[in-house]
T-cell receptor, first 115, second 113 residues
Framework: GAGVSQTPSNKVTEKGKYVELRCDPI?????LYWYRQSLGQGPEFLIY????????DSGLPNDRFFAVRPEGSVSTLKIQRTERGDSAMYLC?????????????FGPGTRLTVL | GDSVTQMEGPVTLSEEAFLTINCTYT??????LFWYVQYPGEGLQLLLK?????DKGSNKGFEATYRKETTSFHLEKGSVQVSDSAVYFC????????????FGKGMKLTVNP
């Protein structure tokens, strides 16, 4: 497809379970970002990949959160031992390369609900 | 750290009304500034941007000017349409290696016919 895609669109899980959220960036985009958006708030940065490596993971809230991008394209955000406070919309964005001149294109998001 | 403060809504306007959404920022360096929009049922999309002082970004009748002296990037439109109903986010990114976006809380706009 032409845009950023994310799967699943919705994920409901129970407290304590493990979840994986997937992001397919636009082909050729080397920069990939994960953000988290709580209800009524703006998106908050989680992690940034340049190619395969996590170049900035300063936004990850704790060590239950982890993300990978093994081949420099698809990325997976992994959350262990989910908590109710993890419920939010998780957004992925990609750009041709990092830089304020390069637009970040956002996916539709995965809405995570932890019961 | 960097932050963005914007008008909070929700705001309801009649069609053809004038719109201003205030946005101010705090940054350690010299950021790029953005307005993103989220239409109902759709993902975030870039509306306009400005990368240096006094630059004016414009798109779809919306405008915003990068004011370094007042650290502001207010969004304006002279005549809103029903189709402008959406949530508007002001954001910045600094040259930091990642250029991650820092967003304001967003403002929901509803335009009635």
């Amino acid at each position: 497809g032409a845009g950023v895609s994310q799967t699943p669109s919705n994920k409901v899980t129970e407290k304590g379970k493990y979840v994986e959220l997937r992001c397919d960036p636009i082909s050729g985009h080397t920069a990939l970002y994960w953000y988290r958006q709580s209800l009524g708030q703006g998106p908050e940065f989680l992690i940034y990949f340049q190619g395969t490596g996590a170049a900035d993971d300063s936004g990850l809230p704790n060590d239950r959160f982890f993300a990978v991008r093994p081949e420099g394209s698809v990325s997976t955000l992994k959350i262990q031992r989910t908590e109710r406070g993890d419920s939010a919309m998780y957004l992925c964005a990609s750009s041709l390369s990092p830089g304020g001149y390069n637009e970040q294109f956002f996916g539709p998001g995965t809405r995570l609900t932890v019961l | 750290g960097d932050s963005v403060t914007q008008m909070e809504g929700p705001v309801t306007l009649s069609e053809e009304a004038f719109l201003t959404i205030n946005c101010t920022y705090t940054a350690t360096g010299y950021p790029s500034l953005f307005w993103y929009v989220q239409y109902p049922g759709e993902g975030l999309q870039l509306l306009l941007k400005a990368t240096k002082a006094d630059d004016k970004g414009s798109n779809k009748g919306f405008e915003a000017t990068y004011r370094k002296e007042t650290t502001s990037f207010h969004l304006e439109k002279g005549s809103v349409q029903v189709s402008d109903s959406a949530v508007y986010f002001c954001a910045l990114s600094e040259f930091s290696g990642s250029e991650k976006l820092v967003f304001g809380k967003g403002m929901k706009l509803t335009v009635n016919p």
